[in-house]
């Protein structure tokens, strides 16, 4: 049985170091994005992913490939054709400066996706879970249009849907959000969301929490919980992940899972960032994973939550990071001492 994701995955440069735009003449090159980070993780894990994309018939998407057969993650159902790779640069931040992303990703190969260039039965074989975010319905009209077969299919076959909303304003404005992402929703069953995208899609935002300076109230999630579970009645679960930021380099992080009326909160951990992109499908992984195994909601909620906490120590998008690895992290062994 595999777990299938459906979205772009582009290239990330980003310079070297610390240093700025403005300053670098070098590049350090990753691949990733949102379902497709998410697919890695779970692979990872030892679960069997299917990731359906379209990548340019050229060595970049030669190159995208690798990386993901790479990490075990199946693309058999990769469609090769359009244009060009998406791009995006990434300039990390430190201390009081914070990180800056452009976005070069127009007319990329996945925009041209077409419902006619999917196999639906042996996409969907031994499928168990489906996972899509609110980047993809944002990219083009084309994907909106698959996104939403592929969410038919899999309601129509039983199978569990989750979304991540991930709202970027760079690709569509908040009213064409909300319409779209209200009759997306309605699909699935689970929704992961954060302190800032609730309130941007949706208008709700958490009483006394002020995320400029890391002032978050914990029962203010439980309300907008609460208000989403009256909006989408077929949700099962809704979870936030919780950022409190000190700086650029310092996060504390969390996370609240909602479910049957039942309120579940992780630990906090305080991070020295490493890098923070993707650490949300780090986190949306393992929550999938946890519940795909039969875990209770309280130790889901601590198994997403230390699994994106790891996330932010590593370079790339990819959580680079194993079960073992997390479950310890849950049981306290955040010393970072060397291990022999």
């Given at each position: ?31 990733g994005g ?126 569990p849907i ?103 909160y992780s ?74």
């Amino acid at each position: 049985m595999s777990v299938l994701t459906f979205g772009e995955i582009m290239m990330r440069l980003q310079p070297t170091d610390y240093q700025r735009f403005t300053q670098t003449n070098s590049y350090k090159c990753y691949y990733g994005g949102g379902e497709a980070n998410v697919a890695v993780s779970l692979a990872n894990f030892g679960e069997d992913v299917k990731f359906l994309t379209k990548l340019p018939l050229n060595s970049l998407g030669d190159a995208c490939l690798r990386a993901l057969k790479e990490h075990n993650v199946n693309v058999d159902h990769v469609i090769r054709g359009g244009e060009r790779l998406g791009l995006y640069f990434s300039e990390k931040g430190a201390s009081q400066r914070a990180s800056k992303i452009i976005y070069d990703r127009k007319n990329s190969a996945i925009n041209s996706i077409d419902i006619k260039e999917i196999e639906m039965d042996a996409l969907f074989d031994s499928v168990k879970h489906f996972h899509f975010t609110g980047i993809t319905p944002a990219l083009s009209n084309n994907t909106l249009t698959v996104l939403e077969v592929l969410l038919k299919e899999a309601k129509d076959r039983g199978v569990p849907i989750s979304c991540d909303l991930n709202y970027r304003n760079s690709l569509w404005d908040r009213q064409k959000a909300e319409k779209t992402m209200t009759k997306l929703i309605r699909y699935c069953d689970i929704l992961v969301s954060n302190e800032e995208e609730c309130y941007k899609v949706f208008g709700l935002q958490a009483t006394s929490t002020n995320i400029a300076n890391g002032t978050v109230n914990l029962d203010g999630y439980v309300d907008i919980a609460k208000e989403i579970q009256m909006k989408f009645s077929n949700l099962k679960l809704i979870a936030f992940t919780l950022r409190k930021s000190i700086s650029a380099s310092i996060n504390r992080w969390s996370s609240i899972i909602f479910s049957g009326g039942t309120s579940f909160y992780s630990k906090e951990y305080e991070i020295n960032v490493e890098d923070r992109i993707g650490s949300g499908d780090a986190y949306c992984a393992g929550l999938i994973y946890s519940l795909l195994k039969g875990m209770s909601k309280s130790e889901a909620v601590e198994f997403a939550t230390a699994a994106s906490c790891l996330k932010h120590t590593i370079e790339g998008d990819f959580n680079e990071v194993s079960v073992h690895e997390i479950f310890a992290l849950v049981a306290g062994d955040g010393s970072g001492r060397v291990q022999r």
